[in-house]
Each structure stands twice: as structure tokens, then as C-alpha cells.
């Protein structure tokens, strides 16, 4: 009966988180997001479109992590962003290049994107664009906030929920 009485428990949790974040992880209100436009598709702006998307990661994790709302993580991006758009200009000039980027925080329309179980749906969307050159180019884009691109290297693309790890942590404590 206990066993019971638990999983009815964990599936009432379960039933309501997936509710709760049904309607709101549909919501483009809550996110941000980064969208990097490389210069052309030629193989050198494409590879440093990846290195720059690398440095731009590495640069912007520590500062991003300790964000707990969306407008915060804005106001670190827009008061850290003359730093970053340095960064890249000088990688750009380091490897020879001679255009420039150019950073800004728009809304814009993006497609949907799957993030193994997590979606986005299709939809306008805050985001912080880096236009490297005449940006006509591929591009690549993640999520800055939550932080669902910025785990591990910044190649690894995770979404982790809390109540889940909460009830992982439950179900062990049980087995014990």
C-alpha cells in the first residue's frame, strides 16, 4: 500500500509538472536566445562561426548561470556586449579576416527547434544576434536563457528540470 500511495504521489507531481510546463515552455517570453550569423558559407567563415560561437559561450557561461530571470540575463548580455563584440573582432583579426561583427538584442523570428525532449516552438523570440561580416552565411543558434546550450564545452545541448531531479532523488531515498 505504501508503494502505492507513493506512486500515486509521483505521478500527481509528475501530471502537474508536465501541465505547468506545457503551457509555459511554449511561451517566448521567457527565453533567450542567441543567433550567430556566419559571414558567408565558405568553410573558413563557417569554422569560425563555431569558434567564435565557442568563445562567445565560454565568455558568457559564468555570467549567464547566475542569472535567475530572462531580464536579467538581458541586462548582463547588453552591459557585457562591447566587450563581446571586442572579443570577436579581435579573433576575426587574429585569424584574417577583415570584416567586423555587429551584436544587438532583437526579437526575431525563429523555426522550431527539438532539444532532445524539449521543444521550442516556432515563434518571435528575444534574442542576441551576432552578425559576423555581411551575414548571409549559415548560422547557428542555441538558448541563452534558461541556459540550455551553455552546459559542459558548449557543444553539449541539455535541459534540465529541477522537479525531476527532485523526484530521481526521492525514488533513490525509497530504494535505499
Same mark, same amino acid.
Not at 502505492?4 to 509538472?17: A, D, E, M, Q, Y
Not at 526579437?107 to 544576434?129: C, H, M, Q, S, W
Given at each position: 500500500?505504501? =508503494?502505492?500511495?507513493?506512486s500515486?504521489?509521483l505521478?500527481?507531481?509528475?501530471?502537474?509538472t508536465?501541465?505547468?510546463?506545457?503551457?509555459?515552455?511554449?511561451?517566448?517570453?521567457?527565453?533567450?536566445?542567441?543567433?550567430?550569423?556566419?559571414?558567408?558559407?565558405s &568553410?573558413?567563415d563557417q569554422?569560425?562561426?563555431? &569558434?567564435? #560561437?565557442?568563445? *562567445?559561450?565560454?565568455?558568457?557561461?559564468?555570467?549567464?548561470?547566475?542569472?535567475t530571470?530572462?531580464?536579467?540575463?538581458?541586462?548582463v548580455?547588453?552591459?557585457?556586449?562591447?566587450?563581446?563584440?571586442?572579443?570577436?573582432?579581435?579573433?576575426?583579426?587574429?585569424?584574417?579576416?577583415?570584416?567586423?561583427?555587429? *551584436?544587438? *538584442?532583437? =526579437?526575431?523570428?525563429f523555426?522550431?527547434?527539438v532539444y532532445e525532449?524539449?521543444?521550442?516552438?516556432?515563434?518571435?523570440?528575444?534574442?542576441?544576434? *551576432?552578425e559576423?561580416?555581411?551575414? #548571409?552565411?549559415?548560422?547557428?543558434w542555441?538558448v541563452?536563457?534558461?541556459?540550455?546550450?551553455?552546459?559542459?564545452?558548449?557543444?553539449?545541448?541539455?535541459?534540465k528540470?529541477?522537479?525531476?531531479?527532485?523526484? =530521481?532523488?526521492?525514488?533513490? #531515498?525509497?530504494?535505499?
Amino acid at each position: 500500500m505504501k =508503494n502505492f500511495c507513493i506512486s500515486l504521489i509521483l505521478i500527481f507531481i509528475i501530471s502537474l509538472t508536465v501541465a505547468v510546463g506545457v503551457k509555459s515552455d511554449n511561451s517566448s517570453e521567457k527565453y533567450l536566445r542567441i543567433h550567430i550569423r556566419a559571414n558567408s558559407n565558405s &568553410e573558413e567563415d563557417q569554422s569560425v562561426k563555431y &569558434e567564435i #560561437k565557442d568563445k *562567445v559561450i565560454t565568455y558568457l557561461t559564468p555570467y549567464i548561470a547566475n542569472c535567475t530571470s530572462k531580464s536579467q540575463a538581458e541586462r548582463v548580455l547588453n552591459e557585457n556586449k562591447a566587450e563581446i563584440t571586442k572579443m570577436i573582432d579581435n579573433l576575426l583579426k587574429d585569424r584574417g579576416f577583415s570584416y567586423k561583427s555587429n *551584436v544587438v *538584442v532583437r =526579437n526575431e523570428k525563429f523555426p522550431t527547434r527539438v532539444y532532445e525532449d524539449f521543444t521550442l516552438e516556432e515563434g518571435f523570440y528575444d534574442a542576441v544576434i *551576432v552578425e559576423l561580416g555581411k551575414a #548571409k552565411g549559415d548560422n547557428w543558434w542555441c538558448v541563452v536563457y534558461p541556459p540550455l546550450c551553455f552546459t559542459g564545452n558548449g557543444s553539449e545541448v541539455k535541459y534540465k528540470s529541477k522537479i525531476l531531479e527532485i523526484i =530521481n532523488d526521492f525514488k533513490e #531515498k525509497l530504494d535505499r
